[in-house]
């Protein structure tokens, strides 16, 4: 039976959706998935759209995490997609231009989780 | 009680192979493919009753296609020569069919290219391509094998409830009683039709029984106090509106008691969806698999939170050993589902990046369900975090 990969796309918006959609179809080949949009969330407009809306996206899912922020393949809401293979490489936040270092300092936040979900592992 | 399905390359879905429970809910994007595996059961089913045509595929609530439309058709996907179904119950009993039509000039009839039936045991029907000029190719060995089973093989209840299966729609008209259902069935029709009788029948059933079913059902809706099925109903329906033998009344809560009464014409259309689901779950005449095709419509929120929470014991109640397969699209569908239950299974199925129909089953985890309130399952559904959304 197939065993499509499933995976959360977290992106600025639906050009980036297609893009990634078309280079996933390229790398995973012949293995099929299936990609969802978690952000930005049609139905929930008040994120907002680019890496504004990104960088909402990951507050909240700190929020939901432990103290300081938890990693994504930890949160228990996300069980359904795939897991990287192996611990994703962590990135700093230097270069987001959305205000993400005044955020991270003002909660406290290490490490970015929003670094970690574009990896692919 | 089937366990297991394997769908072969019937319309969308390619392969697919599902772990079956007593509740299983179907959820997805508008056009992945839910109705379809409802669909290729049905197929299935109009195989195990000897004939698969529009007419057989029609009483079973599925939608006629010619060939190039039912069977799977993928850019990367080599078609298959035929449709492959097959349904395994819990004791090991199979039946497994392939079927052939052409894709030019097809065949009113498809015809058994393979045909096997098991009771877990030993094999009762094993059947290749049909080159035995003596055999007719489009009419199944294990409908007429019946006769010779037991009653109690599991063989015969397999193909019993294959044969009963049938996909229901119900519509509002149907249900008020002012069209007549175009395919009858035991307790209610395909779209709802004699409903009022399903619902005497059920009352009379709670009442012989001295359960509280009907009084559940009616807390369930708040505005009534009681529903009856009447056959004089002159001085509550206005004489242009055409309506069935039997017609449901209801006591409003509300209203003067001199002038409380009123019929399923002038009731509000949630409480006859509600009354349908109860009457194909709860009656002793309904099938033993059933399947529901938008089983949430015309429900509020809550309600249908209420009306799914209540699924399994309705099932479970049942004389017989029922099963319901549904689609739904309310995500407060969700809510209602006990999915610690290992018998309450949901299903996300989504399109892969290569347009065939897959599916997950959801299986909440103990750190999901510590998070339920405050996430629940129909507000993760919305967010995507269960899939099974379109990337709108």
Same mark, same amino acid.
């Given at each position: 039976?197939?065993?499509?990969?499933?995976?959360?796309?977290?992106?600025?918006?639906?050009?980036?959706?297609?893009?990634?959609? *078309?280079?996933?179809?390229?790398?995973?080949?012949? @293995?099929?998935?299936?990609?969802?949009? /978690? =952000?930005?969330?049609?139905?929930? +407009?008040?994120?907002?759209?680019?890496?504004?809306?990104?960088?909402?996206?990951?507050?909240?899912?700190?929020?939901?995490?432990?103290?300081?922020?938890?990693?994504?393949? *930890?949160?228990?809401?996300?069980?359904?997609?795939? @897991?990287?293979?192996?611990?994703?490489? /962590? =990135?700093?936040?230097?270069?987001? +231009?959305?205000?993400?270092?005044?955020?991270?300092?003002?909660?406290?936040?290490?490490?970015?989780?929003?670094?970690?979900?574009?990896?692919?592992? | 009680?089937?366990?297991?399905?394997?769908?072969?390359?019937?319309?969308?879905?390619?392969?697919?192979?599902?772990?079956?429970?007593?509740?299983?809910?179907?959820?997805?994007?508008?056009?992945?493919?839910?109705?379809?595996?409802?669909?290729?059961?049905?197929?299935?089913?109009?195989?195990?009753?000897?004939?698969?045509?529009?007419?057989?595929?029609?009483?079973?609530?599925?939608?006629?296609?010619?060939?190039?439309?039912?069977?799977?058709?993928?850019?990367?996907?080599?078609?298959?020569?035929?449709?492959?179904?097959?349904?395994?119950?819990?004791?090991?009993?199979?039946?497994?069919?392939?079927?052939?039509?052409?894709?030019?000039?097809?065949?009113?009839?498809?015809?058994?290219?393979?045909?096997?039936?098991?009771?877990?045991?030993?094999?009762?029907?094993?059947?290749?391509?049909?080159?035995?000029?003596?055999?007719?190719?489009?009419?199944?060995?294990?409908?007429?094998?019946?006769?010779?089973?037991?009653?109690?093989?599991?063989?015969?209840?397999?193909?019993?409830?294959?044969?009963?299966?049938?996909?229901?729609?119900?519509?509002?008209?149907?249900?008020?009683?002012?069209?007549?259902?175009?395919?009858?069935?035991?307790?209610?029709?395909?779209?709802?039709?004699?409903?009022?009788?399903?619902?005497?029948?059920?009352?009379?059933?709670?009442?012989?029984?001295?359960?509280?079913?009907?009084?559940?059902?009616?807390?369930?809706?708040?505005?009534?106090?009681?529903?009856?099925?009447?056959?004089?109903?002159?001085?509550?329906?206005?004489?242009?509106?055409?309506?069935?033998?039997?017609?449901?009344?209801?006591?409003?809560?509300?209203?003067?008691?001199?002038?409380?009464?009123?019929?399923?014409?002038?009731?509000?259309?949630?409480?006859?969806?509600?009354?349908?689901?109860?009457?194909?779950?709860?009656?002793?005449?309904?099938?033993?698999?059933?399947?529901?095709?938008?089983?949430?419509?015309?429900?509020?929120?809550?309600?249908?939170?209420?009306?799914?929470?209540?699924?399994?014991?309705?099932?479970?109640?049942?004389?017989?050993?029922?099963?319901?397969?549904?689609?739904?699209?309310?995500?407060?569908?969700?809510?209602?589902?006990?999915?610690?239950?290992?018998?309450?299974?949901?299903?996300?199925?989504?399109?892969?990046?290569?347009?065939?129909?897959?599916?997950?089953?959801?299986?909440?985890?103990?750190?999901?369900?510590?998070?339920?309130?405050?996430?629940?399952?129909?507000?993760?559904?919305?967010?995507?975090?269960?899939?099974?959304?379109?990337?709108?």
């Amino acid at each position: 039976m197939s065993d499509p990969l499933r995976i959360a796309l977290v992106a600025e918006g639906a050009t980036e959706r297609e893009v990634i959609d *078309a280079a996933l179809k390229v790398i995973l080949a012949p @293995r099929s998935f299936v990609l969802t949009q /978690l =952000q930005p969330e049609a139905t929930k +407009p008040d994120m907002g759209g680019g890496w504004g809306g990104v960088l909402k996206w990951c507050h909240q899912l700190a929020a939901r995490s432990q103290p300081g922020g938890g990693a994504v393949e *930890a949160d228990p809401t996300l069980s359904n997609f795939a @897991r990287p293979s192996r611990t994703p490489r /962590l =990135q700093r936040v230097d270069g987001c +231009p959305c205000h993400a270092q005044p955020l991270a300092r003002q909660h406290r936040f290490h490490k970015m989780p929003c670094s970690r979900y574009f990896c692919l592992g | 009680m089937i366990r297991q399905l394997k769908i072969r390359g019937f319309k969308s879905i390619t392969e697919l192979d599902i772990e079956l429970g007593v509740v299983n809910c179907f959820i997805g994007a508008n056009g992945v493919g839910k109705s379809n595996i409802l669909e290729a059961v049905g197929v299935l089913g109009a195989a195990a009753n000897g004939s698969v045509d529009d007419e057989a595929l029609l009483r079973r609530g599925v939608r006629p296609g010619l060939p190039r439309l039912f069977k799977s058709s993928f850019q990367d996907f080599r078609s298959l020569p035929h449709i492959g179904l097959e349904a395994i119950d819990q004791s090991g009993a199979t039946y497994r069919v392939s079927l052939l039509n052409p894709l030019e000039s097809p065949e009113p009839a498809w015809s058994f290219k393979t045909e096997t039936l098991t009771d877990g045991a030993e094999a009762i029907v094993t059947d290749g391509v049909r080159s035995r000029g003596n055999l007719n190719p489009k009419a199944g060995l294990a409908a007429v094998s019946m006769v010779n089973l037991p009653a109690d093989s599991p063989a015969t209840h397999l193909l019993q409830q294959l044969q009963q299966f049938a996909i229901y729609s119900p519509n509002t008209q149907t249900l008020r009683g002012l069209v007549p259902d175009p395919q009858t069935r035991e307790p209610v029709g395909l779209a709802g039709g004699r409903l009022a009788e399903a619902v005497a029948d059920l009352r009379k059933w709670s009442d012989e029984a001295q359960n509280e079913v009907m009084d559940d059902l009616l807390g369930l809706v708040d505005w009534a106090i009681d529903v009856t099925a009447a056959r004089s109903v002159q001085a509550l329906l206005s004489p242009s509106v055409s309506r069935s033998q039997e017609v449901l009344k209801f006591k409003d809560r509300f209203m003067a008691s001199n002038r409380n009464e009123l019929t399923a014409f002038d009731a509000s259309e949630g409480v006859l969806y509600v009354l349908f689901t109860a009457a194909l779950c709860l009656s002793s005449r309904g099938p033993s698999l059933i399947a529901i095709d938008n089983l949430d419509q015309a429900l509020n929120p809550r309600l249908v939170t209420a009306l799914t929470s209540r699924l399994a014991g309705w099932l479970g109640t049942a004389a017989t050993p029922r099963q319901l397969m549904f689609t739904a699209h309310n995500p407060a569908v969700l809510d209602g589902l006990d999915l610690d239950n290992d018998d309450v299974r949901l299903f996300a199925v989504d399109r892969d990046s290569n347009g065939h129909t897959v599916h997950q089953r959801l299986e909440p985890t103990p750190e999901l369900m510590a998070q339920n309130l405050e996430y629940p399952l129909s507000r993760l559904w919305m967010m995507g975090h269960l899939g099974a959304v379109p990337n709108v």
